[in-house]
C-alpha cells in the first residue's frame, strides 16, 4: 500500500502570489514535487464561505477571479484542473458519518484560494479538484471536527489542502513595504501558532481565540485561519514546511502533518 498522503496549511498570499518572484512563490513550486504525487485534491479555501460545508460538484470548475484592483495580467490566468464529481461524493459521505452534513454546489469553480497555490505547485492542472467552504460562523473545534472525518482520503490518494494565511490583516497590510519586518504583534501571534502546531498543543490550538496573543490584530476575521484547523484535523506529526512574511503583516508559514500510524 502507498504511503498515505500528508495534510497541508498553506499560505497564500496576494493573488500577485501566482506571478511576482518571492520566497513562498518559490516553496510552492517546490512542494508539489516535494511530496507524493496525490490522485486528486481536496482544497479547504479560505475564500468560500458558507453556513454548512459545501462542495464543488463542477467537473470542469472554472476559474474564478474573486478580487479586483490587481493587474490586469492575473485576469488572463486559468486553472483548468478538472473536478471530480465523485470525490466530492465521498467527501459529502464522510462528513455525514461523522455527523456534519454538508452540500454540493454544482455552478461553483476554484477562487485563487485554491488555483494560486495549486498553479504552482501543479501549473500541467492535471490532478482533479475538489473545493470545500470553511464556515466563519464555526468554531476552529467545528474545523478540526471536519480535518478528523477526511482523514481516510489521505490513504485513498487524497491530498487535503487547507489554503489561508497564518496571519491576514489586510487593513494592516504595507503595500509600498513588502520587506518590512512584522511588527510586535504579528511576530508574537506568529511564533504561538507555529509553537502550538509543532507541539501538537491541539486543545490549546482550538482554543486560539483565547489563547493567543493579539488575535484581533491578525485575524479581525476568522476565515483565513479556519483551513488550518481542518489540515490538523487529520492528525499526525506536524512539520514547519515553510516560514516567511510578506506586506509587512502576512505570515506565509506552511506546515504539513504526516500520518505516521500503521497501516
Known amino acids: 500500500m502507498a504511503d498515505p498522503m500528508p495534510a497541508l496549511f498553506v499560505s497564500h498570499g496576494a493573488p500577485t502570489l501566482s506571478l511576482e518572484p518571492q520566497p513562498t512563490r518559490s516553496f510552492l513550486m517546490e512542494l508539489g514535487r516535494a511530496i507524493p504525487r496525490p490522485r486528486a485534491i481536496v482544497c479547504v479555501s479560505a ?3 458558507t453556513a454548512r460545508p459545501m462542495v464543488t ?4 470548475p472554472e476559474t474564478i477571479h474573486d478580487f479586483y484592483g490587481f493587474p490586469e495580467e492575473l485576469f488572463a490566468v486559468r486553472y483548468p484542473a478538472p473536478g471530480d464529481p465523485a470525490l466530492a461524493g465521498r467527501v459529502r459521505e464522510l462528513l455525514a458519518q461523522a455527523g456534519i452534513p454538508a452540500a454540493g454546489e454544482p455552478d ?11 498553479g504552482l505547485m501543479y501549473p500541467q492542472a492535471d490532478i482533479p479538484v ?69 507541539a501538537g498543543r491541539q486543545a490549546e490550538l482550538l482554543d486560539y481565540v483565547r ?19 481542518v489540515a490538523a484535523g487529520l ?21 504539513a502533518w504526516e500520518d505516521d500510524s500503521p497501516a
Not at 460538484?57 to 470542469?60: E, I, N, R
Request: glycine share 8%; net charge negative; charged share 15%.
Open 235 to 255: 492528525g499526525g506529526r506536524a512539520k514547519l514546511l515553510h516560514d516567511a512574511f510578506t506586506l509587512g503583516v502576512l505570515s506565509m508559514a506552511a506546515f
Open 57 to 60: 460538484l463542477a467537473a470542469a
Open 130 to 198: 475538489v473545493e470545500l467552504s470553511v464556515q466563519p460562523e464555526e468554531n476552529a473545534a467545528h474545523h478540526a471536527a471536519m480535518g478528523r472525518a477526511l482523514a481516510p482520503l489521505r490513504r485513498e490518494g487524497v491530498l487535503v489542502l487547507g489554503s489561508g494565511n497564518a496571519t491576514h490583516n489586510l487593513r494592516a497590510v504595507r503595500w509600498e513595504a513588502a520587506d518590512s519586518p512584522p511588527p510586535a504583534p504579528v511576530a508574537a501571534f506568529d511564533a504561538w501558532l507555529k509553537a502550538a502546531v509543532l
Open 108 to 118: 461553483r469553480g476554484l477562487d485563487h484560494g485554491a488555483w494560486v497555490p495549486l
Open 47 to 49: 475564500h468560500w464561505t
Open 211 to 229: 489563547q493567543a496573543p493579539f488575535v484581533p490584530d491578525n485575524h479581525p476575521t476568522p476565515e483565513h485561519l479556519l483551513p488550518l484547523f
